[in-house]
């Protein structure tokens, strides 16, 4: 268990990729780039032991997957998808024109959405950004996810059908996010990359950026979760273990003031441990990346969850809604008992998609904005610009851009 004092000591925040990997990750990319559709075939072989015949999965297959699907299961889907669509419409940018400066919005017209497949399927990812970019108006959505050896994941599939993806690839790694960003015969280039991957992906990501736009660098999922005395234990371990699940990497912080009461969730930790399917990934996460700290109190909760800047902050406090305005570093808060963070992952609304290892000091979770390009509009009367145009021309003499100063003159002098 550590203190804040000894927490702030031992905690830095890691680096969500590891650069060991990049030469590797930049022969993918330049190899992809020369060879196109060859490399990723050779690729899909040699890096996830399928051996395909095609890259597309046909929109046969796609609506097969959806036909069936569980009854249950496709209308949770479904449901989830119109929550989202609804809380993603309450937040997209409006379209306003008026007066002589103002912004015109234009959706992407190509978007590539990777969604994993390696340890776990996550049909939730298709929904959490191709929802997003239905919202928005773009134009086409491609879906890529790793190959496998017997089929691709029916309900990821379904998810497909059900948000209206126009293209399904099967191809993974580093050389899907380079096939996104510099096309091949069979796969278009997009103008941005949106999904998280593991660390080869993230570094793609990182590389390709400048040719293409992304969404972030995800790194391992985590979660801050501050309580107080007044917590379920119960509720509150399995919280935690819904993070550890996913990733031997994932990490976990619980943040609490009362040295009994984090002991007593510890414990029911080890209880729940017990029961869940995953337990070898989540023995991993918790013995290297959980960490229980105690602080002296609400000033101090609130210094370690903006000093974390965690993906997902879930406060279960007595006083949990006095919290939303003193967290400024948290991909999304979670306010409540009742609002766990795995309801977020679902089916609430706003995107599972969301900056990791501290990268909410400057970044938010994915939007429909994040889709949309807005383009600044300059519609300015004679009035105007004579009013601006002095100011423009005193900045232009001091620059020593005597073009620019005059631009500005020539049209001082028009009466026209």
């Known amino acids: 268990?550590?203190?804040?004092?000894?927490?702030?000591?031992?905690?830095?925040?890691?680096?969500?990729?590891?650069?060991?990997?990049?030469?590797?990750?930049?022969?993918?990319?330049?190899?992809?780039?020369?060879?196109?559709?060859?490399?990723?075939?050779?690729?899909?072989?040699?890096?996830?032991?399928?051996?395909?015949?095609?890259?597309?999965?046909?929109?046969?297959?796609?609506?097969?997957?959806?036909?069936?699907?569980?009854?249950?299961?496709?209308?949770?889907?479904?449901?989830?998808?119109?929550?989202?669509?609804?809380?993603?419409?309450?937040?997209?940018?409006?379209?306003?024109?008026?007066?002589?400066?103002?912004?015109?919005?234009?959706?992407l017209n190509k978007v590539g959405i990777y969604v994993p497949g390696g340890k776990a399927s996550y049909p939730s990812t298709v929904l959490m950004t191709a929802v997003l970019a239905n919202v928005a108006g773009v134009k086409e959505t491609i879906v890529v996810t790793p190959p496998q050896k017997t089929a691709i994941n029916q309900a990821t599939l379904a998810a497909c059908y059900i948000c209206g993806v126009t293209h399904v690839y099967q191809v993974g790694g580093a050389q899907a996010v380079a096939a996104l960003a510099y096309g091949t015969e069979t796969i278009p280039r997009v103008d941005k990359i949106v999904g998280p991957g593991n660390q080869y992906v993230a570094l793609a990501k990182k590389l390709v950026y400048g040719d293409v736009g992304i969404d972030s660098i995800?790194?391992?999922?985590?979660?801050?979760?501050?309580?107080?005395?007044?917590?379920?234990?119960?509720?509150?371990?399995?919280?935690?273990?819904?993070?550890?699940?996913?990733?031997?990497?994932?990490?976990?912080?619980?943040?609490?003031?009362?040295?009994?009461?984090?002991?007593?969730?510890?414990?029911?930790?080890?209880?729940?441990?017990?029961?869940q399917s995953r337990i070898e990934v989540i023995e991993e996460s918790l013995k290297h990346n959980h960490f229980p700290i105690l602080t002296s109190g609400k000033e101090e909760n609130i210094e370690v969850v903006n000093l974390i800047a965690g993906e997902h902050v879930s406060i279960q406090t007595k006083d949990a809604e006095d919290y939303i305005d003193a967290i400024e570093t948290a991909g999304a808060i979670f306010i409540g008992e009742y609002s766990p963070e795995a309801i977020?992952?679902?089916?609430?609304?706003?995107?599972?998609?969301?900056?990791?290892?501290g990268n909410a000091r400057f970044a938010n979770g994915l939007s429909v904005n994040d889709f949309l390009r807005p383009n600044s509009v300059l519609n300015l009367k004679k009035e105007t610009f004579r009013k601006m145009a002095p100011a423009g021309m005193l900045i232009a003499t001091e620059e020593s851009l005597q073009a620019h100063h005059d631009s500005l003159a020539v049209r001082m002098g028009d009466d026209q």
């Not at 969500?16 to 930049?26: G, H, P, Y």
């Not at 095609?54 to 299961?73: F, G, H, N, T």
């Open 218 to 275: 995800a790194g391992p999922s985590e979660i801050v979760v501050v309580v107080d005395e007044t917590a379920n234990n119960e509720w509150v371990a399995i919280d935690l273990l819904a993070q550890a699940e996913h990733d031997e990497l994932a990490r976990t912080f619980l943040v609490c003031d009362n040295e009994e009461k984090l002991a007593a969730i510890e414990a029911e930790l080890l209880v729940q441990k017990a029961k």
């Open 344 to 357: 977020g992952d679902y089916v609430a609304g706003p995107s599972h998609v969301l900056p990791t290892g």
């Open 1 to 107: 268990m550590y203190t804040t004092k000894t927490f702030k000591e031992a905690y830095k925040t890691k680096n969500t990729i590891d650069f060991s990997k990049t030469q590797a990750v930049m022969e993918i990319i330049q190899t992809v780039q020369e060879k196109g559709d060859a490399a990723l075939f050779e690729y899909a072989k040699r890096f996830d032991g399928a051996d395909i015949t095609e890259l597309e999965v046909p929109q046969s297959v796609i609506k097969e997957a959806y036909d069936r699907l569980d009854a249950d299961l496709r209308a949770a889907l479904e449901e989830a998808r119109d929550n989202i669509t609804v809380y993603q419409e309450s937040i997209k940018w409006q379209q306003s024109q008026a007066g002589e400066l103002y912004q015109k919005i234009h959706p």
